[in-house]
């Protein structure tokens, strides 16, 4: 969410936003959509570098300010970017800050860069996600969102970048990354429905099947872009499934994000979750919860 200037949703004080016009279910893509970073939320930006640079390796990408929120981007040994968003002039806009007090620090929003942006809109309205926050009048960087409560309890940013700014140096406590350094390997989202989870992310962003399972917990489709982002969409067993409970009654949640390196027993705070991989609890992890598998079992 690079940019000086740039809002984020939602960014009128009182939250309001259009009402939902009825969902069509016209199959349209939106061309070239590819999954550019994930974005979490902290409290200050220094929170997130002992668990995401010291022991996941990730390196100073970028930063730069926002409208209420500076913003920070890491990338990670297979190129995905992750970017950790702080409160800032919160008199000026108080959206992260109000996100933070209801909900903590956590995931935030997924951000597809696309190549039109009012291609790109025109298809989300036309299959039934209507954007909101459109800003179109930056040309170096157009943006719109789509509404967690559309996109199935995350929000979905969609940016159209001319060219890349110009970008602060790391801050000066950064810590030294890691030496092994970890590969983002995808979000793990959960969602009430699988179908409505591929309408949005296969149908409407163009992720591209590229695996499937499932278990006595989930059954899940993993979705791939052109680049290294790649979504899981889980869908619960039964409402009765530690999964269903987890999501209590929502249409969507992100579960965790999958983390792959050498030796994820290194990590500080790993533990074994029972399947295999090492996990890190969402209180360790800045309100976000990671998965950690050996890089040949990614």
Do not use: C
């Amino acid at each position: 969410m690079p940019g000086r200037g740039r809002r984020l949703l939602l960014h009128r004080p009182d939250g309001a936003r259009a009402p939902r016009p009825l969902r069509r279910r016209h199959r349209q893509v939106i061309g070239g959509a590819d999954l550019d970073h994930i974005a979490v939320a902290v409290e200050h930006h220094a929170d997130a570098w002992p668990l995401y640079v010291r022991d996941l390796g990730g390196t100073w990408y970028a930063a730069g300010p926002g409208y209420g929120f500076n913003w920070a981007q890491l990338a990670f040994g297979n190129g995905m970017r992750l970017e950790v968003l702080e409160p800032a002039e919160v008199e000026r806009n108080d959206f992260l800050r109000r996100f933070l007090d209801r909900n903590g620090p956590g995931p935030h929003h997924l951000t597809f860069k696309v190549g039109d942006i009012r291609q790109a809109l025109d298809a989300a309205r036309v299959a039934g996600y209507p954007p909101v926050n459109v800003n179109l009048s930056d040309p170096s960087w157009q943006e719109a969102f789509l509404h967690p409560k559309d996109a199935h309890g995350v929000v979905v940013q969609l940016a159209q970048a001319a060219h890349d700014d110009e970008w602060s140096p790391p801050p000066a406590e950064l810590p030294a990354p890691g030496t092994d350094p970890a590969a983002l390997v995808r979000v793990s989202h959960a969602v009430a429905a699988l179908p409505d989870g591929l309408r949005l992310f296969r149908e409407l962003l163009g992720g591209r099947r590229v695996d499937e399972g499932g278990d006595d917990i989930a059954t899940w489709v993993e979705l791939a872009w052109p680049g290294p982002g790649r979504v899981r969409l889980l869908e619960p067993t039964s409402p009765a499934s530690p999964l269903g409970a987890w999501l209590d009654g929502r249409r969507g949640r992100v579960h965790h994000l999958a983390f792959a390196l050498r030796d994820p027993r290194a990590v500080q705070g790993a533990v074994a979750d029972g399947a295999g991989q090492l996990a890190i609890a969402a209180d360790r992890g800045q309100g976000t919860r990671l998965l950690l598998a050996t890089a040949s079992s990614a």
